[in-house]
């Protein structure tokens, strides 16, 4: 077998392959972006507390109306976002800091969640929550997913100014009369909304890989944050590719293995990026 | 990154040792006018004795009568400010005369940088009221503290300093051609112009202080408020930069500049705002630095209000 039969095959012959990729490329392309900007403001665990802050939600719809994506992508983001208030205001009227409160609020999440599903569901369906179903996307699951990409690119674009500015001096922002607050909220709300769309295609543990890894590679690479976008989602679709076509022809589970090739791409990054890579900084390390 | 090219002469500023506050405005101011031609257009109408050819001494007439024609001043009505329900600064009233220069002084904890987020909106008044006459907020421009900053964001020197366009910009409009030479022309005035290109985070302390204050020139406002702006730089560059805010004083601007150098205070500012967790003295910057309210602000701190 060639290689380019070994890579354009699997996709040519079966339409689910198609349709995976497809829905996995789609997650990069919206995901990856934002997580450039989780790890620019030192927010990487926000989006893993988020992932597991959305499943009661969607438990809740699961539990209410079966399998019906409308009623688990609203509770999604309705407990997503819940989780996300509740630990900011935690933060701003007690002493705890706001990633402490973030992990208490999303540890309870879980738990609930977990509880929830399990009422009513078999395990197989929980084992579908947390890993997805990115061999087996339908019509409706796959439009959510390219709809939200859609969405969340153009939504980028039109608040990145406003974003780079908070990132970089919040109080600076507000005293030129930019309201940094709702920046910070929609941004917020791209990253709830893109893991609960996220959840069908990779499960809502492994969502989160596809946000953070491709974006926290993409910083060994390039400098700036401009840069730093269009290259994690680039490496989020290589992954995603990549993942499935080791899927296929190992006989492995899809959603981990895309997980695991964006994985293995950080490593590689870490050791040869130019942008603070191991190999790069030989001297610096001896130094200290 | 694209740059348009350039040519603008860069003046080295070489006011060492002043005499006097006096001579030091006198003398930075007509430097100043000479590096912002943008500054030099009459405004409203004022025109030169010599018909169309404004020079020297007349540009910067010019430029204060039209600075005295629009008063910007700030006042305060027993406003305190804190966090968390807890007042840093008590009960402060009192007014900046537009076009004074004041430096707010006081030992750590005393209010200073929160009297300063307070007047710049940052920081909403527990009580009391601060009203900013003029062209309100918009006529305020800011340097806070470095450490305010998050300097491992990759940002440029030169986006750094537009940002200080961003009332003019905002979160979508373009920054044309006009907006990036007035960045360019203001980090050659802090002489950071080979550095326009680099990442903040490669910045020392001193030049990070250089590139907060052409932001600040960016934000081309009448009042200035500075937080701390000499702190972490070396005597060189304090000079520099003192003698860029006399300019910027003698150019009409009003001036409020937290300090810590009690000697560059009486040497450059006629007033002084001695704080110690509330107002110890206001007024002649002399008589508000005495040993008496100098002391004073040290026992109200060490063992709060008696």
Known sequence: MSLAQWVLSPFLDYGFMRRALAGACALSLGAAPLGVFLVLRRMSLMGDAMSHAILPGVAAGFLLSGLSLGAMMVGGIATGLAVALLAGLVARLTPLREDASFAAFYLISLGLGVLLVSLRGSNMDLLHVLFGTVLGLDDPALLLVTAVASVTLLALAAIYRLLVAECLDPGFLRASGGAGGWVHMAFLVLVVVNLVAGFQVLGTLMVVGIMMLPAAAARFWVRSAARQIPLAAGLGVAASAAGLLVSYHFNVPASPAIILAAGACYLFSIVGGPQGGLLRTPRRLRRA | ?306
């Open chain 2, 1 to 306: 990154m694209l740059l348009p090219h350039f040519r603008l002469p860069i003046f080295h500023v070489a006011f060492h040792a002043f005499a006097s506050a006096a001579e030091c405005r006198a003398r930075a101011a007509s430097a100043a006018a000479l590096r912002f031609p943008r500054l030099r257009l009459a405004p409203h109408g004022i025109r030169g004795g010599r018909g169309r050819r404004l020079v020297g001494a007349d540009r910067l007439g010019a430029r204060l009568v039209a600075a005295m024609s629009a008063p910007v001043a700030i006042e305060l009505t027993d406003a305190s400010f804190g966090w968390h329900g807890h007042a840093a600064l008590k009960s402060v009233s009192g007014r900046f005369a537009a076009g004074g220069m004041t430096a707010v002084v006081g030992p750590n904890g005393a209010g200073k940088s929160t009297l300063i987020k307070g007047i710049m909106g940052v920081l909403r008044p527990m009580t009391g009221s601060v009203r900013v006459t003029g062209a309100g907020r918009a006529g305020l421009a800011w340097l806070p503290q470095a450490a305010e900053l998050d300097r491992s964001f990759p940002v440029s020197v030169l986006e750094l300093a537009a940002m200080g366009a961003w009332r003019r910009v905002g979160g979508w409009r373009r920054i044309g051609d006009e907006e990036l030479a007035r960045c360019m022309h203001a980090l050659e005035t802090v002489g950071l112009a080979d550095l326009a290109g680099h990442g903040v985070g490669t910045l020392s302390g001193g030049q990070m202080q250089r590139a907060l204050f052409a932001r600040m020139l960016v934000q081309d406002a009448p009042v200035l408020l500075l937080d701390e702006p000499f702190a972490a730089v070396d005597s060189h560059t304090a000079d520099e930069l003192m003698a860029l805010l006399c300019g910027l004083h003698g150019q009409g601007r009003t001036v409020i500049a937290v300090l810590h150098d009690l000697d560059l205070v009486r040497d450059h500012f006629p007033e002084c705002l001695l704080l110690s967790g509330s107002v110890v003295a206001w007024g002649d910057t002399a008589t508000a630095l005495d040993d008496a309210h100098l002391k004073l602000a040290r026992q109200w701190l060490a063992g709060g209000r008696a």
